[in-house]
């Protein structure tokens, strides 16, 4: 009586082993789990005599056509239809490194037919594909590095994401994940070099631990909380760093500039505080800083205009107070700049031209603003000292291409070549009526 059931679930699971045995010993010998299916790699592989033309494994291709992906067109040949497939240079079969679904109609599924034959897969993309997520196959977790999911899979957590153990780069965005933080996804990823997880209503707190060969850090637009570890500037190697659109507060780490290899970094949107570290002053190739949209204090630090590679520079709707350290020469060489919404700071009239529009008061002689902010001037004459408030946010990036905008002498042109051309016509009738009655 007792043995029974375990002996059916026996059979069963056998059955089950053996089918998937089947499968993925069917691509074994081409490729090994561990081992990418690389062109040297494939060259080793004992290939036939005779020079059939290179074709994609079957099964490969009954799993493209079961995702409704246009195989009419050899799916090896490149380009190929949207870039949506690309094959190793295997014989006599070829066999998929990467596969791209771009806007799935609704009755698309990835089944687990499609997916075990689809495991040499090394880069899955998703873009505009709401079909369920599915378990993917250990094979296929094992050689993927690379996995993007925009607007897709309607629903992901951060369990399921952090199974891709293997992975290089991941992409996630637009669409929710729910985890207990980002830890239990990068923590799983030990291989990781770029990761974006945006616009995912992700919850929890920063990771207190990274692995230390990230480049690429984007988690902006998510619902994360608390402090930015000082950790997070032992990424020696990390050049993009976007935490925006959060609910980080805090400071930024003292050790800040320990971050040499940064480019770009956005803190925008946040509830941050206390001062920029002086430390930022050593970082070489910073190109973009936007720590707008925060409660930042202080003084701005004068060794920003110092750095040479900076293109990007917003601190605007903050609390920094004084005097703004940048000249117009400086602001000029900026593509975008912007310091308004932070009413205690001022600009040095005689280093700044007022006619650019900084959404700042000018300074007294003790360093103060000299009045607040109108509420809102909706003039736009140039002239006066004081006109050159600008509540208006969007118009303060262009700011320093207002100078050259002045219609008034066009139009006194236009009026005075009116005025003359008819003065020259009255002369030529009255010539003309002269001699004809004459
Ligand atoms: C396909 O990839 C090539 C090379 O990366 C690129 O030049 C081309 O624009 C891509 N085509 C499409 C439709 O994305
Ligand atoms: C996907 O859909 C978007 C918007 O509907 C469209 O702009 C884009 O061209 C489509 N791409 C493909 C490859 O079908
Ligand atoms: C990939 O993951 C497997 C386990 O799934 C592991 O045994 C293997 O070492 C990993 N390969 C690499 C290159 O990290
Ligand atoms: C995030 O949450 C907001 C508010 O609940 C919701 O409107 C939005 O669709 C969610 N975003 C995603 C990607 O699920
Ligand atoms: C997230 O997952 C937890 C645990 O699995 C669950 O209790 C919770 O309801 C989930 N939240 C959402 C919004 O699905
Ligand atoms: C970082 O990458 C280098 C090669 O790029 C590698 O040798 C090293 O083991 C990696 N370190 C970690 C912690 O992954
Ligand atoms: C950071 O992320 C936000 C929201 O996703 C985006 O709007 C912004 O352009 C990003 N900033 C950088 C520097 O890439
Ligand atoms: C700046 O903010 C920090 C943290 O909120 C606070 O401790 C400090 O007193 C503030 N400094 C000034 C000058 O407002
Ligand atoms: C970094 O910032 C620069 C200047 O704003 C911008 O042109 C560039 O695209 C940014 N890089 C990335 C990876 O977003
Ligand atoms: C403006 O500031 C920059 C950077 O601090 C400096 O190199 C330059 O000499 C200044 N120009 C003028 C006209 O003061
Ligand atoms: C403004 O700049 C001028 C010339 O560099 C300097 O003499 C003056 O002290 C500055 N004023 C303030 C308030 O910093
Ligand atoms: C502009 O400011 C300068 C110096 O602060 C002052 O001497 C001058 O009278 C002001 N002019 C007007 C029109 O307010």
Request: proline share 8%; charged share 15%.
């Amino acid at each position: 009586m007792e043995p029974r059931p375990p002996l059916n679930l026996l059979i069963l699971l056998h059955f089950l082993l053996s089918c998937t045995l089947a499968t993925s010993s069917s691509l074994a010998p081409h490729i090994s789990p561990t081992k990418s299916p690389s062109p040297p790699a494939s060259k080793k592989t004992p290939s036939p005599s005779s020079a059939s033309p290179s074709t994609l494994y079957p099964k490969q291709l009954q799993a493209l056509q079961s995702l409704n992906i246009p195989t009419s067109k050899d799916p090896c040949s490149q380009p190929s239809l949207h870039n949506a497939t690309l094959c190793d240079s295997g014989k006599p079969f070829r066999f998929l490194v990467s596969l791209r679904l771009i806007n799935c109609s609704d009755d698309v599924q990835m089944s687990s037919t499609a997916l075990e034959s689809l495991t040499t897969l090394q880069d899955l993309e998703f873009f505009n594909c709401p079909i369920p997520p599915a378990r993917f196959p250990p094979i296929l977790i094992s050689n993927l590095r690379s996995f993007t999911c925009i607007n897709s899979l309607r629903k992901l957590t951060g369990v399921w994401l952090g199974r891709l153990q293997n992975l290089t780069d991941l992409t996630v965005s637009g669409v929710s994940v729910n985890a207990s933080g980002p830890l239990i996804i990068l923590g799983k990823l030990k291989n990781l070099r770029s990761v974006t997880i945006s616009h995912t209503n992700l919850t929890g707190n920063l990771p207190k631990k990274w692995h230390l060969n990230i480049t690429h850090i984007d988690l902006s637009a998510n619902q994360l909380k608390g402090k930015i570890h000082s950790s997070l500037t032992l990424l020696g190697d990390l050049e993009f760093l976007n935490l925006s659109s959060n609910e980080l507060s805090g400071e930024i780490p003292i050790s800040f500039g320990d971050l040499l290899s940064l480019r770009n970094v956005s803190f925008a949107s946040n509830s941050l505080s206390g001062s920029i570290p002086d430390s930022m002053a050593d970082i070489p190739g910073l190109v973009q800083l936007d720590l707008s949209s925060n409660q930042f204090n202080g003084t701005i630090p004068k060794f920003i205009s110092k750095m040479k590679k900076l293109k990007y520079l917003n601190l605007e709707k903050n609390n920094f107070h004084g005097v703004m350290p940048f000249n117009g020469s400086f602001i000029k060489s900026l593509a975008v700049f912007k310091v308004g919404g932070n009413s205690n700071l001022c600009y040095n009239h005689s280093t700044v031209s007022s006619k650019l529009k900084l959404g700042i008061a000018p300074c007294d002689k003790d360093g103060l603003p000299v009045s607040p902010p109108p509420d809102k001037s909706g003039s736009s004459g140039d002239d006066g000292n004081n006109s050159d408030y600008s509540d208006d946010d969007t118009s303060s990036s262009d700011a320093k291409h207002n100078e050259e905008k002045r219609h008034g002498p066009s139009k006194i042109v236009f009026g005075v070549a009116i005025g003359l051309s008819s003065v020259v016509f009255l002369i030529v009738f009255l010539v003309l009526l002269s001699k004809w009655c004459g």
